[in-house]
């Protein structure tokens, strides 16, 4: 496995193992790997000869007043990790590289970038969609992984490769929870034992919600209500948006036809998580 910190040297790999015939597999990451990254890189592994992952904290995503400073950061452990799953090649830029001097370009995905997690953290989502364009044109990849945790951001990048014919196959990968149903963060490390049992509510209200439209539940703000409740019981949880909307614009519903996406973002203490759900009138759901 080899680690590339130099964005030039990153952009001479790719052309190489273009030119040699072969394809590439990106999994962009801020670190902190857990295994639902380890499951995005199984996934590329499976449909790539080469396994390109990028570790890169990226300020441009992050508020004033958010965690920039504090989000988790291990490289050698990240690694270690990376080694075992198979991985080829460590992209690790460094900040100043990424974002020179001068710096002035953004990429702004306009609709989708608003409602939901955009309403609360604004600008978030053109610092993802402006760094994940440049890491598609440092790495080269013919496909990348993106988790559905991150709902809001893979249909934000879907929309960004589609506007600017990038010929990029976007996979979506399915969340990937702990055995209680919590979905996998590198933020679950900041939960202590009773914030992380906090937590487990907002699984368990997409279940919640699941079994309402099963029985027969068509409106949106009741099945919203219900899930408010059910996680607003627990100590120590602040409801960010709990939002029943359409699964491609993200539009807000009047009414639940056949399916729809049930997101939720919820202060656990000082935590900010994020959960979704699709919820289909169909028994199990999804
Ligand atoms: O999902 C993430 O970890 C980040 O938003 C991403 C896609 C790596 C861009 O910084």
């Known amino acids: 496995m080899e680690i590339i910190n130099d964005i030039h040297q990153m952009q001479k790999k790719a052309e190489a193992v273009r030119n040699s015939g072969k394809t590439i597999a990106f999994v962009p990451t801020m670190g902190y790997l857990h295994a639902g990254h380890l499951a995005l890189m199984r996934a590329g592994r499976q449909r790539a000869d080469v396994l390109v992952v990028s570790i890169f904290v990226n300020p441009a995503q992050f508020g004033p007043k958010e965690d920039f400073g504090s989000y988790p950061r291990d490289l050698d452990r990240d690694s270690a990790l990376c080694r075992e799953a198979g991985v080829d090649i460590i992209f690790h830029p460094a900040a100043e590289d990424i974002y020179p001097r001068g710096y002035q370009t953004y990429i702004e995905v ?17 610092g993802v969609a402006t760094v994940v364009a440049k890491l598609f044109h440092l790495v ?10 991150d709902y809001q951001q893979l249909a934000v990048i879907r929309r960004m490769v589609a506007d600017l014919n990038l010929d990029i196959e976007i996979v979506g990968y399915p969340t990937v929870r702990e055995t209680d149903g919590l979905a996998m963060s590198s933020r679950n490390t900041y939960l202590n034992a009773a914030e992380r049992q906090s937590a487990l509510a907002l699984s368990r209200s997409l279940e919640q919600a699941q079994q309402m439209l099963q029985e027969g539940e068509r409106a949106p703000g009741r099945i919203e209500q219900a899930v408010r409740e059910t996680i607003s019981r627990e100590p120590a949880t602040e409801i960010e948006y709990v939002r029943v909307c359409h699964p491609d614009s993200l539009s807000e519903l009047k009414w639940v036809e056949n399916s729809a996406l049930l997101a939720l973002a919820v202060r656990v203490g000082k935590t900010r998580l994020i959960d979704n759900r699709i919820i289909t009138t169909k028994p199990g759901g999804e």
């Open 110 to 126: 306009e609709k989708l970038s608003h409602g939901l997690c955009g309403d609360f953290r604004p600008g978030h989502f053109r």
């Open 140 to 149: 080269k990849p013919h496909l990348a992984v993106f988790g559905q945790k």
